[in-house]
């Protein structure tokens, strides 16, 4: 597979922060705790680089966060636009955050894929990731 010549993988900045809400109400799958403009607002003043963004002539068509915390590498919020979907664009995000983590000195890469997310499985699968079947996630409000 090619990675779309036209694709331009970037940082999100302030700004950005309003159309990536509206592009996941779109693209992505299922909603997060965090899917707000103070969400969104937090993560980039806590990691500026954390939110990676691709853009084909202008336009948002995938995002991914690559978060790195000195300890974990943790993606979340894969999505790519469904008008763009099996062209690669998720295959050069996920690039993209390995290059950013690997610069870090990050280890390995944790993503929360939803057991009925088949096509997620295919893509990270395709990517390299593996499936592990001993964790559970533990979940608490605070
Ligand atoms: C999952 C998603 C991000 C994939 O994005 P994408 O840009 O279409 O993925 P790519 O084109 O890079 O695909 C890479 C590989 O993943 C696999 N893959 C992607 N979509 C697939 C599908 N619908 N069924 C099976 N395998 C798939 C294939 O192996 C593919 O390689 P190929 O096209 O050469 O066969 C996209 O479908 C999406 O945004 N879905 C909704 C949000 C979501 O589920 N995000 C993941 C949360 S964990």
Redesign the pocket.
């Known amino acids: 597979?090619s990675t779309p010549d036209d694709l331009r993988i970037r940082h999100a900045v302030p700004a950005d922060v309003a159309p990536v809400l509206a592009f996941w109400r779109e693209?992505?799958?299922g909603t997060s705790i965090s899917d707000d403009p103070a969400g969104v607002g937090r993560l980039l003043a806590r990691d500026p680089e954390a939110l990676l963004l691709a853009e084909r002539g202008g336009t948002l068509v995938?995002t991914v966060i690559a978060g790195f915390d000195g300890w974990r590498c943790s993606a979340y919020r894969?999505?790519?636009h469904p008008a763009?979907?099996?062209?690669?664009?998720?295959?050069?995000l996920l690039a993209a955050m390995e290059d950013r983590f690997t610069a870090l000195g990050g280890r390995r890469v944790d993503?929360?894929?939803?057991e009925a997310?088949?096509?997620?499985h295919?893509?990270?699968?395709?990517?390299g990731y593996i499936r592990e079947d001993r964790w559970r996630r533990w979940v608490k409000p605070v």
């Open positions: 597979m693209a992505a799958e995938g894969l999505a790519v763009h979907r099996r062209q690669g664009i998720a295959t050069a993503a929360m894929v939803l997310n088949t096509r997620a295919g893509t990270w699968g395709a990517a």
